[in-house]
């Protein structure tokens, strides 16, 4: 098949664009407002987009909170979010009013940051302590849900040391979700090692 977004249907029951871009490492972003209230919402637009120094991504479509958050302070914290706390990211995702605390309402507890202010999720193995280096505008169908990316340098970077093996990161100790098309998540509980040079012989 083939069709032009926007412009052909693609006569299928539910828009195949997220599940042909996947797996994606869902980012469980952490904010305070103006005020110092808590914002905790997951996003499956989220990434690594560079390594030297380390930056991360997430794109926001429609969760105003994070994306206000983070033009006022300047700051956010990116959780990789583990297998085990499913029920408690889906929490996450509720429309809650402005302010009201997506913790509180998840069960969740809050630890401090080192760098920045927005808070740590308890539980959680990775935790990325962020600055905000770029907020690029994004096409938004709705005026009053403003869309676009938020890029944040890492400053400080959290690992739970029980996830650690042979002095690396062992992700299958704690398999981070991952989202794919429509209602459909996975999860990473097993790897395998190829040389690239493997390749060049």
């Not at 760098?115 to 938004?140: A, N, R, T, Y």
Request: charged letters at 20%; aromatic letters at 10%; proline letters at 10%.
């Amino acid at each position: 098949m083939f069709y032009e977004p926007g412009k052909t249907t693609h006569n299928l029951p539910h828009d195949p664009f997220k599940a042909c871009v996947a797996p994606r490492p869902i980012g469980w972003i952490s904010t305070v407002d103006k005020a110092g209230r808590p914002n905790l919402a997951p996003y499956s637009f989220f990434n690594a987009v560079h390594g030297n120094p380390p930056m991360v991504m997430f794109s926001s479509g429609g969760s105003v909170d994070s994306l206000r958050n983070t033009r006022d302070t300047g700051e956010f914290v990116a959780a990789v979010a583990p297998k085990s706390m499913l029920r408690e990211i889906n929490f996450c995702s509720a429309p809650l009013p402005p302010g009201e605390d997506e913790f509180e309402y998840a069960g969740l507890e809050k630890l401090p940051a080192t760098c920045v202010k927005p808070h740590l999720i308890k539980g959680v193995p990775i935790h990325m302590e962020c600055e905000v280096f770029q907020i690029v505008e994004l096409p938004s169908a709705n005026p009053e849900k403003p869309c676009a990316m938020v890029i944040g340098t890492v400053v400080g970077l959290h690992i739970d040391d029980a996830i650690i093996r042979d002095g690396m990161v062992d992700i299958t100790l704690f398999e981070p979700l991952a989202r794919l098309g429509y209602q459909e998540y996975a999860s990473i509980s097993e790897t395998f090692t190829v040389k690239r040079e493997d390749f060049w012989k």
